[in-house]
């Protein structure tokens, strides 16, 4: 497909227990972004993945989160011991260099 | 500290008039913002982008104008169309990079 897809689309998990989001962006976009959107809540920035650069970090919420890219194709969003407040649609974007960013479908996190 | 405020959770719309969305922002250094819409149950589409060296951007039925000097910007829908229902998102950024999101506004068009 030409989109950025997101798998699973719905995870449910246990508080403590840890989760991995895949995130397949669009051929060619140099940058990729995860977001995490909460309840009632606006889209909250996570993580910034641009080409070889060091990752903008700034937006993680604890050290229990982390993320990876692979050169400039997936990512992976690790939620380690998953607390009740990580429940959350997690949202992931890519773009070209200093263009609009286009998102996936979103994978729907709920910790029980 | 919510950097970028839309203050209106939600808004209804006879079919045919104009919808007007608005948002506010704090952060000066922001210089480009865009508008996004969100349907339940998928990821949020692009609709349109300015830059703060414009004061208008025009897409078919969409315009969005920003008033600087007020940190101010809106989007216009005209005509607004029941496809239109949807949340609208307002986001910024100070260079083309991480954005920083409103909460929304619920748009419902009235048929």
């Known amino acids: 497909g030409a989109g950025v897809s997101q798998s699973p689309s719905n995870k449910v998990t246990e508080k403590g227990k840890d989760v991995e989001l895949r995130c397949d962006p669009i051929s060619g976009h140099t940058a990729l972004y995860w977001y995490r959107q909460r309840l009632g809540q606006g889209l909250e920035f996570l993580i910034y993945f641009q080409g070889n650069s060091a990752p903008d970090k700034s937006g993680l919420p604890s050290d229990r989160f982390s993320a990876e890219r692979t050169g400039e194709s997936v990512s992976t969003l690790t939620i380690q011991r998953t607390q009740q407040e990580d429940s959350a649609v997690y949202l992931c974007?890519?773009?070209?260099?200093?263009?609009?960013?286009?998102f996936g479908p979103g994978t729907r996190l709920l910790v029980l | 500290d919510q950097q970028v405020k839309q203050n209106s959770p939600s808004l209804s719309v006879q079919e045919g008039r104009i919808s007007i969305l608005n948002c506010d922002y704090t952060n000066s250094m922001f210089d480009y913002f865009l508008w996004y819409k969100k349907y339940p149950a998928e990821g949020p589409t692009f609709l349109i982008s300015i830059s703060s060296i414009k004061d208008k951007n025009e897409d078919g039925r969409f315009t969005v104008f920003l008033n600087k000097s007020a940190k101010h910007l809106s989007l216009h829908i005209v005509p607004s169309q029941p496809g239109d229902s949807a949340v609208y998102f307002c986001?910024?950024?100070?260079?083309?990079?991480?954005?920083?999101f409103g909460t929304g506004t619920r748009l419902t068009i009235i048929p």
């Open positions: 986001a910024a950024s100070p260079k083309l990079g991480k954005l920083t």
């Open positions: 974007a890519s773009s070209s260099t200093l263009e609009t960013q286009y």
